[in-house]
T-cell receptor, first 113, second 117 residues
Framework: GNSVTQMEGPVTLSEEAFLTINCTYT??????LFWYVQYPGEGLQLLLK?????DKGSNKGFEATYRKETTSFHLEKGSVQVSDSAVYFC????????????FGTGTSLTVIP | SAVISQKPSRDICQRGTSLTIQCQVD?????MFWYRQQPGQSLTLIAT?????????ESGFVIDKFPISRPNLTFSTLTVSNMSPEDSSIYLC??????????????FGPGTRLTVT
């Protein structure tokens, strides 16, 4: 079946630290991969996406590369800010079973000054 | 993209009552989705709502508990019926939009935070 496994949180980092949030997936076919971010008290916002192997999605200093060989889509940022504190969700869609979205459990990030 | 609004943004309800959540989109969309996000957990799809047809419910969710309406291409409602404290969650509406060359994406509303006492 289709599923997404995310690194468990919570994660606490100091400002300007390097961030990695691991995400691996299981899917039939060739899914598209997404990272969504949920700021406190808000809904989910699309952060970045990648549609095929070796694609790199990027936005707001965040990056993730679609690695088919390791079925991974790890989220990285070189220097986090306090404003990056949020919950991050990895997701996939567009498998052989349709366009339903499958979300990981979310990783809470807190950045301290 | 799509701009989605939900009403109410939050509510505190007594057990045994029902609450209807509204979702409004700023453009016409074919598919709308309702999710539940229980405290500290990920999103669980409740149902998919297409205009002009019955909603399709995921395993573990039934129409009697979560009736959905989809009267047109920009609006949907989800009712949480006969509520219990276990229904305390954030309920999120989302829509699927496609663009030329883009993968299917989902855009989310801000959510409705429901507390049942």
């Amino acid at each position: 079946g289709n599923s997404v496994t995310q690194m468990e949180g919570p994660v606490t980092l100091s400002e300007e630290a390097f961030l990695t949030i691991n995400c691996t997936y299981t899917a039939t076919g060739y899914p598209s991969l997404f990272w969504y971010v949920q700021y406190p008290g808000e809904g989910l916002q699309l952060l970045l996406k990648a549609t095929k192997a070796d694609d790199k999605g990027s936005n707001k200093g965040f990056e993730a590369t679609y690695r088919k060989e390791t079925t991974s889509f790890h989220l990285e940022k070189g220097s986090v800010q306090v404003s990056d504190s949020a919950v991050y969700f990895c997701a996939l869609s567009g498998t052989n079973t349709g366009n339903q979205f499958y979300f990981g459990t979310g990783t809470s990030l807190t950045v301290i000054p | 993209s799509a701009v989605i609004s939900q009403k109410p943004s939050r509510d505190i309800c007594q057990r045994g009552t029902s609450l209807t959540i509204q979702c409004q989109v700023d453009s016409q969309v074919t598919m709308m989705f309702w999710y539940r996000q229980q405290p500290g957990q990920s999103l669980t799809l409740i149902a998919t709502a297409n205009q002009g047809s019955e909603a399709t419910y995921e395993s573990g969710f039934v129409i009697d508990k979560f009736p959905i309406s989809r009267p047109n291409l920009t609006f949907s409602t989800l009712t949480v019926s006969n509520m219990s404290p276990e229904d305390s969650s954030i309920y999120l509406c989302s829509v699927e939009k496609t663009g030329t060359g883009d993968p299917y994406e989902q855009y989310f509303g801000p959510g409705t935070r429901l507390t049942v006492t």
